[in-house]
């Protein structure tokens, strides 16, 4: 069956039992935000008692180790699971277990190539003698067991079986906390115990969502299907890369230009922001879904309408925190982290604020490109906004340390979102009397 057949034969289904926008929104939103809350109220408290315990020169060694797990996550939303959630949405049935059981063959390699390269880089790092060896090894399982638990909470995300990841994400992020905090209380945290203490707790996630998954994985692995994702999410990885350019790299180069120390302050000032990731993964994973079956349902209307809905509901929060944040930053570092952070730099955060309220608006927007199987003009955005990164990223850290890194990743960030908010409106037109983003997966939406 074709994808133009079955994305015409879901349509049909959706429309037989149309849910109102606010509806759809409340139906995943509630649960996706309390899951996502979990989410990241456990990273915030980790990063908070790993970077109290080591100190920011400490701190930044860990940070930089800790970034690449964060890439592999996003690397693997790219190609992986944004295809699944987007894709997937409109398949049942055996179409649905097939497609899900080759994804799942995707994801294992991905997983397993990430997680031996980084225990090759600690092998390496361990013959030469760096300090960091300890780490990596650390990493390599780390790798494996997030990406694992984190590919079963996206599909059961893609169901719309909220509680179901709630309770996943209970047993991974909840015991990690638990444990994080008991190593903290007993004087044994430090970085590489704190990547254990991760692989340890989405290992232990990863067999109760295989059972919650249990009959999403009948027939065989098709090699379409395989090809499918990567025609859809080639430009995402692309843009990662270039995004990552436009943002993360900022705290290699700070490491390498001004100190392991500075790179921590950054890092440190970045997990102030964290909460916000609580909408922004949202964004990245209901949204979307919530825009595909608004779309197939309603068409047109019915799509903007879910948009809108996601923007009232979420853009007043952003920019309360961002605000509220920027005003007090300098008390709340120290508050937070200790004497050990006191800073100067009084910009800093407020940049930081700013930057978060450009990529809020690009998320989101992002979605609605992805929802329309529009994921090039996504890649040019993350593109344009990299090369800005690579051209002067590394004169504005040089000429202005921490809060040069930030202004750099405030300019990244509005460059990419002028490519999004420009494809976004030209994308907003009908194809041929049908909604845009229902057309064949080779169309020029995604090749």
């Known amino acids: ?62 940070a930089l180790v800790y970034t690449v797990l964060l890439f592999s996550t996003e690397l693997q939303g790219a190609l992986v699971t944004q295809p699944h959630n987007v894709l997937g949405a409109g ?36 013959g030469l003698g760096w300090r960091s060896a300890e780490l990596l090894l650390a990493l390599a399982p780390a790798i494996v067991a997030w990406l694992s638990q984190e590919f079963v909470r996206r599909v059961l995300y893609t169901k719309g079986r909220m509680r179901a990841v709630l309770l996943n994400d209970l047993v991974s992020y909840g015991g990690q906390a638990g444990v994080i905090v008991v190593l903290s209380s007993s004087e044994r945290l430090d970085g590489a115990s704190a990547l254990l203490a991760l692989a340890v707790t989405s290992g232990l996630a990863v067999p109760v969502g295989l059972w919650q998954l249990r009959d999403s994985f009948h027939g065989a692995a ?79 209307r019915g799509f903007r309408a879910q948009l809108r809905e996601a923007l009232i509901l979420t853009a007043p929060i952003v920019g309360t925190y961002c605000a509220v944040v920027a005003v007090f930053a300098v008390p709340l570092l120290r508050r937070v982290y200790g004497e050990r952070y006191a800073t100067e730099h009084s910009a800093l955060i ?25 994921t090039k003009p996504i890649f040019r955005g993350h593109l344009y906004a990299g090369i800005v990164g690579v051209a002067v990223g590394w004169v504005l850290v040089r000429l202005g340390g921490v809060e040069g890194a930030a202004l750099g990743m405030v300019a990244g960030a509005a460059v990419g979102l002028t490519v999004v908010l420009r494809a976004f409106v030209a994308g907003s037109t009908t194809l041929h009397g049908r909604p845009a983003g229902l057309e064949s997966i080779s169309g020029d939406g995604i090749v």
């Open 1 to 62: 069956m074709s994808v133009a057949t079955r994305s015409t034969a879901a349509a049909s289904e959706l429309r037989e039992t149309p849910r109102a926008p606010r509806r759809m929104m409340l139906g995943l939103g509630v649960w996706g935000l309390m899951d996502q809350a979990l989410i990241s109220a456990t990273n915030f408290v980790t990063m908070v008692l790993v970077a109290r315990t080591l100190g920011p020169a400490s701190f930044g060694s860990f």
């Open 91 to 126: 398949l049942t049935g055996l179409s649905y277990s097939r497609y899900t059981r080759s994804t799942a063959f995707s994801q294992i390699l991905l997983a397993g190539s990430l997680g031996s390269s980084a225990f090759a880089a600690g092998l390496i790092a361990h």
């Open 222 to 300: 098709r090699r379409a299907d395989v090809g499918g994702n990567w025609q859809f999410g080639k430009w995402l990885a692309g843009g990662l890369l270039a995004y990552w350019c436009a943002s993360q790299l900022y705290l290699y180069v700070t490491a390498a230009l001004v100190s392991t120390a500075a790179a921590g302050l950054l890092k440190a000032a970045l997990v102030l922001m964290g909460p916000l990731n609580v909408l922004l993964v949202f964004m990245d994973t209901a949204v979307p879904i919530l825009l595909v079956r608004s779309l197939m349902a309603s068409g047109e």
């Open 350 to 374: 407020p940049l930081l604020a700013l930057n978060y309220v450009v990529i809020y608006a690009s998320r989101l927007l992002a979605s609605a490109l992805r929802a329309r199987r529009l």
